[in-house]
């Protein structure tokens, strides 16, 4: 049966059952106070579902009571905002028949959270109650962190590290994995594509942080909940809430407004939201012109001058990077129409787009090359989706149907600075549309389950070109072939059971999960009247499952685990790259070199020999991870620790290609081989580092520790910090794997915070750090963004290619360029002088042997301004110090001053 008739089979026959019978009714009351005990009163009270719709709405009375009937029973977030600001979230359980009590307590914007809607499909709880680790960040710690981009949010999180590749791209690290491995949904409709990258997130910065109500990070596999991809964890992004009245129209807006001094940056955000009983939208536009970096010290700690050089970035170009400028704009709307009692359609609708961005990494700030641009980067997302409650014998149904457009320009020249290199313009439109449903019911004995399906269909549209600048363009072979499309999809069933009510929770979930690729030779143009692309069709499946558990063991002591199995299928990037990355490296996959006899080789970069393993079509990645948690919390301390332990099976990697001699002068994709080692690794003129296959190479596994700790010490001051730690091994030789993105290093964070109750004013002050990274893979060493290997070759090329190009040489006294008496401008040194001060007698040798520690001092505050304005200042980095986190392509920020000023009305 094909798997679009075994889905729709699937959706019918759980729409039937849906009609199949009714359920009873449940009551929630309360009162609303603020936190000096006096009830509030007009406040709003939203009873949301798991899927952030709104089951419910409510005002409280001039006593602060509030009272909600004839709700359908199940797990619901009630968020409550007072008029003047304040407001609170809280996970609420009803049962069938039962009358619930539950008082709010409203403060002002909290910077911790502890209500999860994503951990578990369709159910809201309180994280702490759960086996696994959540990491929920608050709309207030987007506010303080996101300036450039949405990845600076996860700064200073337990188990996270963040992944800057360039001004315009970044990601997040969960558990040491980063990019293909960490899944991302948007309102749980998946926004990860098969097209995905394998070391870098391209479009996670396309969604707008001041569009978002909350961030979820959920660590370890998710495969059973979520599908495919979350080897690491899942990043779970929840949109801004159309909002119901309980009676007439209200409008409200804010405008928020920016500037930053590291960036010379600034922006604004607008919202605008209108609601009445049975209609509700939200508006919400932003823009942000982010100039010119200046990095700690005012240096570019990789910068080609100081890469081949051995001499600092401010003697060529002052302290701010060029090529870091970029323009982002973002827009979002959210309607939501009652259809009847207990019935809503959702519609969401979302744009982005970045302009003017640059792989700087690749440019002046790493390879020096001449061309590196990022163009046309944008997004289309939306979804419309049914969410009914008491939907026959269910206790609620959701349908969700999506679409996800991602594009993106890429204009690239190689050769450090060659001007006379072919120009290469890739140019990429990936298509997603899905469709999704699950139904949860309540039974006896304590069970909730639910069960569902979902199905995504990735197509993508590739075209290429390279550019001679002196003969023209001419047809080029795409990234990954024009026409390949990739389906994912998967049925799932989840139980999660209050095994003695308030002391054991226990929650499985399976899944069987399938992905197919293919992609045809005939919808690729010829390349040189050669074919480029070949036939190829890929279909593989698994089984993936989740068993968690919570043990409450009294006087606030909670003992959790969770053990979980994830599965990544290979991706159109996995199974049809070929030709020169975004890291600066030709690339192919195993349809490019088939019959020519090629092995793998033992590490990625030129010191490589043949494992003796062929080179071959690519399998899935699978997972299996282990986790315990021991958590405490009373009413003055919050403090966890857990353990976990990841495999990874069949890790896909990229290696260095191996092949017999004599194969200078063949053709290695559109490309001819130029040299070859004595080894078999072979060299192509786009490229300076040998060229790389991807293979599933080894077995890997990461361990480590996240620890997080919270002290009120006074009604107004408290304490709190984490620390994760973190090591990954290949299983067969114990050295560090050969994972993209590499390892984060130890790292933790300390906070401490002034908060009266009651008052309008706030302050704290942030210590992060991050310990010395000595464990580096051979494709760490080799990668610009980390170790930044530089060889002889490398050198020259810089030299009298990039460096000449720029003015920083000048001829000799033979008045000709390209000739030995050529000197560096700034110290008067010919090639062969700074070759041996940089290098000595090596031939080749990484710039960063092991990634320097750093520690960082911060100063933030905050203070209300009547009901309506507020106003946010953020100085961080006091030091200035320099530092770059792991698989970076930029330095962070140095001393910065932020200024955020935010108007409600």
Same mark, same amino acid.
């Given at each position: ?32 106070? =603020? ?27 001039? +006593? ?12 619901? #977030? ?39 809607? %994503? ?11 759960? &086996?696994? *680790?959540?990491?929920? *960040? ?5 506010? #303080? ?28 690290? *969960? ?18 594509? /098969?097209?995905?990258?394998? /070391? ?31 080897? &690491? ?26 500037? @930053? ?19 509700? @939208? ?72 970045? +302009? &003017? ?22 997004? +289309? ?20 149907? @999506? ?266 994709? %559109? ?34 520790? #996240? ?8 009604? @107004?001051?408290?304490?709190?910090? =984490? ?86 040489? #000048? ?31 090596? %031939? ?37 110090? =320099? ?14 001053? %932020? ?7």
């Amino acid at each position: 049966m094909k798997p679009f008739s075994l889905f729709s089979l699937f959706l019918f026959s759980s729409l039937w059952l849906a009609t199949a019978g009714a359920t009873e009714s449940a009551i929630l009351t309360g009162r609303v106070r =603020n936190v000096s005990g006096a009830p509030v009163a007009d406040a709003r009270l939203a009873l949301l579902t798991a899927r952030q719709t709104v089951a419910a709405v409510a005002t409280s009375a001039a +006593d602060g009571g509030y009272r909600f009937d004839d709700l359908a029973p199940g797990a619901y #977030e009630l968020a409550v905002t007072a008029a003047d600001g304040l407001a609170a979230r809280l996970a609420v359980s009803l049962v069938a028949g039962v009358e619930t009590s539950r008082d709010v307590v409203v403060a002002m914007s909290p910077v911790a959270e502890t209500v999860t809607v %994503t951990a578990e499909v369709g159910l809201v709880q309180d994280k702490d109650e759960l &086996g696994q *680790i959540v990491t929920v *960040i608050p709309r207030a710690r987007l506010r #303080e962190r996101a300036i450039s981009g949405l990845s600076e949010a996860f700064a200073e999180e337990v188990g996270l590290s963040v992944q800057q590749t360039s001004p315009t791209l970044g990601g997040v690290f *969960i558990r040491g994995l980063v990019a293909s491995r960490v899944s991302v949904f948007v309102d749980g409709v998946r926004y990860t594509t /098969g097209a995905q990258r394998g /070391g870098i997130s391209t479009f996670f910065n396309l969604l707008e942080p001041s569009g978002l109500r909350g961030v979820e990070v959920l660590h370890g596999p998710q495969g059973a909940q979520y599908g495919s991809d979350s080897l &690491g964890g899942s990043v779970q992004l929840l949109t801004a809430t159309a909002p119901l009245t309980a009676s007439g129209l209200e409008f409200h807006g804010e405008s928020s407004a920016f500037g @930053s001094s590291a960036f010379a940056g600034f922006g604004n955000a607008v919202r605008l939201a209108v609601g009445t009983p049975r209609f509700g @939208s939200v508006i919400n536009l932003a823009g942000r012109r982010i100039n010119t970096l200046r990095a700690g010290g005012g240096i570019d700690s990789r910068a080609a001058v100081a890469r081949f050089f051995d001499l600092p970035s401010s003697r060529f170009y002052g302290e701010r990077q060029p090529d870091t400028a970029f323009t982002a704009y973002a827009g979002s709307l959210k309607a939501v129409a009652t259809l009847a009692a207990g019935r809503q359609l959702v519609f969401h609708y979302q744009r982005g787009q970045q +302009d &003017g961005g640059k792989r700087s990494d690749q440019l002046l700030g790493g390879d020096g090359n001449l061309v590196a641009k990022l163009g046309n980067l944008m997004l +289309d997302f939306g979804y419309l989706r049914y969410d009914g409650q008491r939907v026959g014998w269910l206790d609620s149904l959701t349908v969700t149907g @999506s679409f996800n457009v991602q594009r993106e320009e890429r204009v690239n020249q190689g050769g450090q600075g060659n001007p006379t290199a072919l120009i290469g313009a890739q140019y990429e439109r990936a298509r997603s549309v899905g469709v999704s449903l699950w139904g949860s019911k309540s039974l006896p004995g304590g069970h909730t389950l639910l069960g569902g399906a979902d199905f995504y269909r990735d197509a993508l549209r590739a075209r290429a070109f390279d550019a001679n600048p002196t003969t023209g363009a001419a047809a080029a072979r795409p990234r990954v072939p024009n026409g390949a499309y990739f389906n994912n999809y998967g049925f799932f069933l989840q139980d999660a059971w209050d095994a003695a009510p308030n002391r054991l929770r226990l929650s499985a979930s399976l899944r069987y999960g399938v992905a197919a690729y293919r992609a045809r030779a005939r919808d690729n143009a010829l390349v040189g009247g050669r074919a480029v692309v070949e036939d190829d069709a890929v279909r593989v499946s698994a089984w993936t499952f989740r068993v968690s558990g919570a043990w409450q063991l009294g006087r606030g002591f909670v003992l959790a685990g969770n053990a979980a199995r994830g599965f990544r299928p290979p991706n159109m990037t996995d199974l049809g790259s070929l030709g020169l990355q975004g890291n600066g490296v030709y690339e192919v996959a195993a349809p490019a070199v088939a019959g020519r006899n090629a092995f793998i080789g033992t590490t990625a970069d030129a010191t490589a020999v043949s494992t003796g393993l062929p080179v071959k079509q690519v399998i899935p990645e699978s997972s299996l991870s282990y986790e315990g948690s021991l958590r405490y919390r009373n009413g003055w301390v919050d403090a966890d620790v857990t353990v976990f332990v990841t495999n990874v099976n069949d890790l896909l990697t990229t290696q260095t290609l191996i092949l017999p001699p004599g194969a200078v002068g063949t053709r290695l994709g %559109t490309e001819i081989i130029t040299a070859q080692l004595p080894t078999g690794a072979v060299f192509v003129a786009s490229a300076a580092s040998p060229a790389r296959v991807r293979a599933n190479f080894t077995d890997a596994r990461i361990y480590g520790v #996240e620890s997080s700790a919270g002290v009120k010490l006074t009604e @107004s001051w408290s304490l709190g910090g =984490n620390f994760t730690w973190l090591q990954a091994e290949d299983r067969a030789t114990g050295l560090p794997p050969d994972v993209e993105g590499g390892t984060p290093p130890p790292q933790g964070a300390l906070r401490l915070r002034y908060q009266l109750p009651g008052r309008r004013w706030w302050a704290e002050g942030v210590a992060a750090a991050a310990h010395r990274q000595t464990r580096l893979s051979s494709l760490n060493l080799d990668d610009r963004r980390i170790g930044a290997a530089r060889t002889r070759t490398q050198i020259q090329n810089f030299f009298r290619r990039g460096a000449t190009v720029r003015g920083f040489v #000048e001829a000799g006294l033979d008045g000709r360029f390209g000739t030995a008496d050529d000197r560096l401008r700034l110290t008067g040194e010919t090639l062969a002088q700074i070759q041996a001060r940089v290098l000595g007698m090596a %031939t080749s040798a990484p710039m960063f042997p092991a990634l320097p520690g750093w520690m960082t001092l911060s100063l933030r505050g905050g203070y209300r301004f009547g009901e309506r304005h507020d106003l946010l200042v953020a100085l961080d980095n006091l030091l200035d110090q =320099n530092y770059r986190a792991i698989s970076s392509g930029i330095d962070a920020p140095g001393r910065n001053l %932020t200024v955020r000023y935010t108007v409600r009305f």
